[in-house]
């Protein structure tokens, strides 16, 4: 019997040799390999600037911040996605306002969205779940059609700024899964107003923990000074980094701010800088993984996400299945029987709606039926590219073995 983990990290002997290098350098902190980094993926995202932080919730929690938005606005996001999506906008003091998906999708109602737009909101947050790019043209049009109750931040900080040059709700992107997926001809980190990436050890390209922030060119918005502030903001409120000091005479610092500790280090940017370099190789093979996947489940007519079209290009991080006709219980029973044969398979998500801290704020998972009903009979396969492809065809033989025995007791009982 094999064993098949969910999602152990692809790490080569690449990263192991660049993060020798770096700890031998002697620089180990925010350093040249993390500035080098947020240039190679600027280049990548076809963005101005990319910064390197600590996890994609700083991220995102950062983007919020340098735009302004905390106590007194809200800011609308899917009810169906993972907690870190709603808690950066809490974090800076927002409310979050959770909408329902389309039947049968991953991705918010937009007629939702467009309804739950007030005076109040200042961000909608779309998440590229499982590495597919949402239909930011849909948003763009929405936001642009409710230009009239935007109320922009008053003032002259950077916040208000951007808020008053852009003249709308603004559009994020919880691009966690989806470094590397395009759609429409633009790369994911180009196309919403601003987006944040995690490089967690689960996801395609990792520096162990870390993420990054990136944004679209705002006219009359210097990029040098919104970088600038995102180093503000993630180092403490010091007014130069380890690096700027490194220099002779330059030991004095300000502290503008008493704000927060979310840099990257220069270990985990060494590993990026050789993942970066392996990544279309390793979005190439999930490619191939995801063909065997979706021929094995057109032919038992499960659902599944569609990662390629010819309107957009996947970055394949999570293979969601969902079985016809099954319930919660036969669900987990199916889970506990590919763990007996030594394949570990997940659940991507639990909607928020359900999770004690939510509910607490009073959200009830009976307002949002289509997140419930995606996910009441959702398995999330393994999909990582240290993967063989004997492991997938084990993999795929056990599945339909599996999920045939259930499909076959449906059909029986006049279910399926």
């Given at each position: 019997m ?6 152990p990290p692809d ?11 770096a ?6 902190t925010?350093?040249p390999?993390?500035k ?7 280049a ?9 932080l600590?996890?994609?919730?700083a991220a ?5 911040r340098i ?13 169906y ?5 709603a ?8 409310k979050v306002?959770?909408?329902d ?11 939702l969205?467009?309804d ?6 200042k961000a909608i947050v779309a ?5 597919i790019i949402c239909?930011?043209d849909?948003?763009?049009q929405i936001v642009?059609?409710k230009?009239?109750l935007?109320c922009?931040?008053?003032?002259n900080?950077l916040g208000a700024?951007i808020?008053q040059q852009?003249g ?11 470094l590397?997926?395009s ?5 994911a980190?180009?196309?919403?107003d ?5 490089f967690h050890?689960?996801?395609n ?5 870390g ?6 060119d705002i006219?009359?918005?210097?990029n040098d000074?919104?970088?600038?502030d995102?180093q ?5 409120g010091?007014?130069?980094d380890?690096?700027e000091?490194?220099q002779?005479g330059?030991?004095?610092y300000?502290?503008i701010g008493?704000?927060y500790?979310?840099n ?11 993942q970066?370099?392996?990544y279309?190789?390793m ?7 995801i063909k065997q996947?979706?021929?094995?489940c057109?032919?038992?007519h499960?659902?599944?996400?569609r990662h390629?079209?010819?309107e957009?290009?996947s970055?394949g991080h999570?293979y ?9 219980r036969?669900?987990?029973e199916i ?7 030594g394949?570990a398979?997940?659940v991507h998500?639990k ?6 801290a939510?509910?607490?704020m009073?959200w009830?998972i009976a ?6 009903d995606y996910y009441r009979?959702?398995?999330?396969l393994p ?8 492991d997938?065809?084990?993999?795929t033989e056990?599945?339909?073995?599996v999920?045939?025995n259930?499909?076959k ?5 006049g279910?399926a």
């Amino acid at each position: 019997m094999r064993k098949i983990p969910f999602s152990p990290p692809d790490i080569s002997e690449m990263e192991i040799q660049e993060v020798a290098e770096a700890m031998r350098s002697g620089w180990i902190t925010t350093g040249p390999r993390v500035k080098e980094l947020e240039r190679r993926l600027a280049a990548y995202c076809h963005t101005s600037k990319v910064v390197c932080l600590s996890s994609a919730t700083a991220a995102e929690e950062l983007n919020f911040r340098i735009c302004g938005i905390g106590a007194g606005d809200e800011v609308i996001v899917p009810a169906y996605t993972y907690t870190a999506t709603a808690s950066a906008a809490i974090h800076c003091g927002a409310k979050v306002i959770f909408i329902d998906n389309f039947k049968n999708s991953t991705e918010m109602d937009y007629n939702l969205v467009a309804d739950a737009i007030t005076e109040k909101t200042k961000a909608i947050v779309a998440v590229d779940l499982g590495g597919i790019i949402c239909d930011y043209d849909k948003l763009f049009q929405i936001v642009e059609s409710k230009r009239h109750l935007f109320c922009a931040k008053k003032g002259n900080d950077l916040g208000a700024r951007i808020q008053q040059q852009i003249g709308r709700v603004l559009v994020f992107a919880d691009c966690a899964h989806a470094l590397g997926a395009s759609r429409n001809g633009k790369m994911a980190g180009e196309i919403a107003d601003f987006t944040d990436f995690s490089f967690h050890a689960v996801k395609n390209f990792t520096t162990a923990e870390g993420g990054a922030a990136t944004w679209k060119d705002i006219p009359g918005i210097d990029n040098d000074e919104m970088y600038h502030d995102y180093q503000l903001l993630s180092l403490h409120g010091q007014s130069k980094d380890a690096l700027e000091r490194k220099q002779l005479g330059t030991w004095e610092y300000d502290i503008i701010g008493p704000w927060y500790k979310c840099n990257m280090t220069d270990i985990m940017a060494a590993i990026g800088l050789k993942q970066l370099e392996r990544y279309p190789a390793m979005l190439e093979k999930r490619k191939k993984i995801i063909k065997q996947y979706d021929s094995m489940c057109d032919e038992l007519h499960i659902l599944h996400l569609r990662h390629y079209t010819s309107e957009y290009s996947s970055s394949g991080h999570l293979y969601l299945t969902r079985i016809p006709g099954i319930n919660d219980r036969e669900r987990r029973e199916i889970i506990v029987q590919m763990a007996e044969r030594g394949i570990a398979t997940n659940v991507h998500y639990k909607p928020l709606p359900m999770m004690t801290a939510y509910k607490n704020m009073g959200w009830d998972i009976a307002d949002f039926p289509n997140a419930y009903d995606y996910y009441r009979n959702l398995i999330t396969l393994p999909l990582h590219t240290r993967l063989s492809f004997e492991d997938i065809d084990y993999i795929t033989e056990n599945y339909k073995d599996v999920v045939s025995n259930y499909l076959k007791g449906k059909e029986s009982l006049g279910d399926a």
